[in-house]
């Protein structure tokens, strides 16, 4: 039959010789291991070293800064209570020779065709004051074209026109109806737009109608 020993009682037994034999490495080790000295180092210095003061040279003697000399000034006094009646005739005479305007007149700025912003802001719009009926042209007639020619037109500062430019086009070209309202709006007269009281260059979008009577 067989034995079975309890696993505690198996333990017990490793225990005692690893508690053991931990002890006698430990020992041994302490017993082998060299003694380790800690020694100072000694720092020489050598004999041959030399240490010397650098020291700028000083001027034995600074010379003081030149006195200068101030120039005399002699100022004469006119006693304003001797003026003689000529001299102060003169006085008036030339106060009233170059007497100068305070109210000068304000120049109108130079005109540059097609060069006024698009969306140039202003309070009040321009007002068409004169305006020129367009020439039909022949070949329209005969052909019996009608309809509107879309326009942007430029208004300068003085409230003439300037630049016209063809938005929507009816008849293009030489002798169409194109550049007869182009030619008619040229001879149009506005009175300005006005921006803070101030007439201002605008552009100004409208069409022309063509109708055959």
């Known amino acids: ?9 198996v333990a017990s037994t490793y225990y005692e010789k690893c508690l053991s034999l931990t002890v006698l490495l430990a020992l041994f080790a302490f ?10 180092r000694d720092i020489q210095v050598a004999d041959n070293v030399i240490v010397q003061d650098v020291i700028q040279d000083i001027p034995d003697e600074i010379k003081p800064p ?15 209570g001797e003026e003689s009646e000529e001299d ?6 030339t106060i009233e020779n170059t007497a100068i305007s305070q109210f000068e007149e304000k120049k109108a700025p130079p005109k540059t065709r097609g060069k006024t912003p698009i969306f140039q802001m202003f ?32 208004i300068y500062e003085d409230g003439t026109v300037g630049e016209v430019v063809v938005v929507r086009s009816l ?13 008619a709006v040229k001879k149009f007269e506005y009175t300005p737009a006005k921006f ?3 007439p201002v260059a605008v552009w100004l979008e409208f069409a022309l109608n063509f109708t055959l009577e």
Request: hydrophobic share 35%; no cysteine; charged share 35%.
């Open 1 to 9: 039959m067989k034995k079975y020993h309890d696993w505690k009682d």
């Open 31 to 40: 017993l082998v291991t060299p003694e380790i000295k800690v020694k100072a």
């Open 66 to 80: 030149e006195e200068q000399k101030v120039q005399d000034l002699e100022i004469v006094i006119d006693d304003i």
């Open 88 to 93: 102060e005739l003169s006085i008036i005479e």
């Open 123 to 154: 309070e009040d719009p321009p007002v068409l004051i004169k305006q020129v009926k367009p020439e039909y042209p022949e070949t329209a007639k005969e052909l019996e074209i009608e309809g509107n020619v879309g326009l942007r037109v430029e």
């Open 171 to 183: 008849m293009p070209g030489p002798g169409g109806l194109d550049e007869a309202a182009v030619n």
């Open 196 to 198: 803070q009281g101030e």
